[in-house]
């Protein structure tokens, strides 16, 4: 396989090709196994999900099996979860709360920190068994931004503060919009695609297909009547009308204004009920006065598409949801989305972001189901010998739209890098 | 439900069958695609309900489940299934399904407490899909018929996998 040939550009001509080769071929699975996945900062979850000691939550990030709980010490851990005598998995369940994991075959005795704390016949080992050494292992980097958890399996990767580089300003002008704080929202959407992974990145940024492919939800949206009209932009301040943009390290995202959709923190729609009208008007009034017109309208009124590369996407639309997906093999993936919902949020605000967000996204939503037909009809696709290219020039020749492409090229190019062996991509940006 | 008269048993009989016919009925309307038909077998306000495959206990109202529709969405869902901009659903897979372990739980005033076995498969684009779980009806009788007042179908698979979806009515 041709590597360096998999992306071809032309910033004269404004032209950017990826062959369709990386969707399907196992070599390059392969390579992303150990240049991506064994490499980068992985998502793990949200510490809402673990608030008390003793809280634990069982996971699988790039194929590992794990599980990450927060010990009597209050400290958040994740840990291999495999016992160190024989292998057996030692959390056996989902989530729940322990202050200790017995091994179901020997049982051997791990506390909610990770000690070996007992032994079966320990006076059965020798001298050079050491208790305090067989501990539960962890995944050798483990770090947080502001209660978002990440692993990594390369002891040598960047600080994860200057990973998700210009990303952070977009989660903060995504959690800051809760004054109280945000949890995760219990009920895990969790499915299958039978799309290469890449595939799901590349449309968690897109929004250039939003309104052709998802035409059915905006008549049942706009079925349901009008909503408060869009907001304009306080100043013409750069992007005020979207635009898709580069964070740097294939992290992207698209900000574009919300219209006709409900936005739970402070866009008020019918779909939300004439209940919330208040607390949302009311939020606004707190954001603006706390963080000025511009910010303000940011948050409230414009809506954000986010890759934190490789697979997280943080998408702030008709609710808060946190999606993360991990190859199954070349041509599948396994995918599991949550939604976050500000703490202190009423009961009944809460219930009708619920309801917002299952009408949009998710497996029985109006519009997700046919994200998932078009990357299973594209993949399908990638099967046809005659065409050899995907096309992501979009946008290259102009200031960017929030229609255009430059996240998406400007994850091709750190994908590329890594499957060339390299940390960085040259560039970040067009 | 309760006495073993010859009378109440086989009041309670033929109330099994009615109930058992209901949904074999239902069954086929959606087998059938006869979507609009089937909306009418809704009381106004009804809901149907799909939890999350880790929560299958979980409120709508407080946990992130797949569907919570109440008869706007539901009447909305069926619009759009039946448009040809519904990706996933164009053309129409086919559908068929097995419906077992008729239940009826619980009679409180008009309301019957039913549940039931699904297995329904998807078959589409070369793929055949089960979808396995439990229907939890409350079923009630309006001016001689049954009408759904609720319903719930909760799925015993682990995640929708590997069918990722619900773009059928489950």
Redesign the interface.
Known sequence: MNLPELIREDRSAGVFRVHRSVFGSTEIAALEQKNIFQRCWLYIGHDSEIPNAGDFRRRTVAGQPLFWVRGGDARVRVFYNSCTHWGANVCRL?EGNAELFQCFYHAWTFNNQGDLVSVPDEAGYGSGFRKQAMGLVSPPRVDNYRGLYFVSFNREVEDLASYLAEAKDYIDLILDQSEEGWRV??????????ANWKMFSLNSLDNYHVRP?H???F??TE??GTGDPPVPPPTEFPGAQGRALSLRNGHGVDVFQSLTRARPIAHWHPILGADAKEEISSRRARLVKKFGEERAYLMCNTNRLMLIYPNFALHDIAGVSLRYFEPAGAD?M??TV??LAPRGES?EL??RR??N???FL???G?A???D???M?SAQ?GFRANGPEWIDASRGMQRDGTALDEIHVRAFWRQWHAHIMGAAKAERDHD | MRGNSLDEKITRLLLEREVEDFIAREAALLDEWRLDEWLELFTDDARYV??????PN?D?????????DDM??LR??V??LK?R?????FPWSRTRRFITNVRIKDVVAEDLFVTASFLVYRIR?G?VDPLMGAYEYILRRVEETLKIGSRKAVLDL??????????IIL
């Open positions: 989902d929202v219990p009920g895990t959407q969790k499915y299958g695609v039978r492919l035409s059915t939800f008549k049942y079925s349901l599948a396994d995918v949550q939604t009961a809460l219930n619920l309801e967000f299952l009408s998710g497996p029985g109006f997700h189901p046919d998932i037909e078009a299973e399908v | 799909v939890p999350s495959t880790d929560k979980g709508p109202k407080e946990t992130l489940g797949i569907i919570n706007a969405r909305g869902r619009e759009r448009s901009h519904a990706h996933r659903e684009s793929q682990e995640a929708l996998r590997p069918h990722g979806t619900l773009s």
